[in-house]
């Protein structure tokens, strides 16, 4: 089984529809983070939780919010979808043991396409 | 600001050559490099981190890199690359001196295809 399990794996949904992005973890991690994915363009952070209560913006939030529900979960959410969020989105965790040379460990992906 | 660039967006090489990836970093203090591998419809996997100590740092796969400071430089290199090895690597970099939250910055990736 995955560590860091998202799902949908898939979403294909329409301009303007509430959609929720789910992770869970098995690794006892305290550190999450929500990055997307566009060609050519690398990983950008979206928002990272350091604890349950612990929400802090990353580098491209606007558009999107995350609920940290418990040490094993974080989900992302588009309030309104726009065709411009179409990209893979990544579920990443990381411990705090070790400090930052920790390195992060990724789910494998939700390609959400917005039409 | 921190900044990491992979200045190739595809390395070809044959099977059973070496193979080497590039990449260049600019951080404020002493960084904190990595590698990442990522498959098709896969997440990045971790293949190997610089922290301190020794310049060549082995990983996962038999990758290892080499981190020279005066280049700013942290390439990923395969002394035999084999067709397995056919994926997107990217090249990662945390600054010690960012305080608070210490922020990962990843590169656009490269694409490496070994060919038969």
């Known amino acids: 089984d995955a560590d860091v399990t998202q799902t949908p794996r898939n979403r294909i949904t329409k301009t303007g529809k509430r959609i929720m992005l789910e992770c869970s973890q098995t690794k006892g991690h305290d550190r999450m983070y929500w990055y997307r994915q566009d060609p050519g363009l690398g990983l950008r952070l979206i928002y990272y939780s350091f604890d349950v209560k612990d929400i802090n913006k990353g580098e491209i939030s606007d558009g999107y919010s995350v609920s940290r529900q418990a040490q094993a979960k974080f989900s992302l959410s588009l309030e309104s979808a726009i065709p411009n969020q179409t990209a893979l989105y990544f579920c990443?965790?990381?411990?705090?043991?070790?400090?930052?040379?920790?390195?992060?460990?990724f789910g494998d992906g939700t390609r959400l396409s917005i039409l | 600001a921190q900044s990491v660039a992979q200045p190739e967006d595809q390395v070809n090489v044959a099977e059973g050559n070496p193979l080497t990836v590039k990449c260049t970093y600019s951080?404020?203090?002493?960084?904190?490099l990595f590698w990442y591998v990522q498959y098709p419809n896969r997440g990045l996997q971790f293949l190997l981190k610089y922290i301190t100590g020794d310049n060549l740092v082995k990983g996962s796969y038999g990758f290892e890199a080499e981190f020279n400071k005066s280049q700013t430089s942290f390439h990923l290199k395969k002394p035999s690359a084999l067709v397995s090895d056919s994926a997107l690597y990217f090249c990662?970099?945390?600054?010690?001196?960012?305080?608070?939250?210490?922020?990962?910055?990843f590169g656009t990736g490269t694409k490496l295809q070994v060919i038969p």
């Open positions: 990443v965790t990381s411990g705090r043991q070790g400090g930052v040379g920790q390195p992060q460990h």
């Open positions: 990662a970099v945390r600054d010690d001196q960012s305080g608070g939250y210490q922020k990962v910055t």
């Open positions: 951080v404020s203090g002493n960084p904190y």
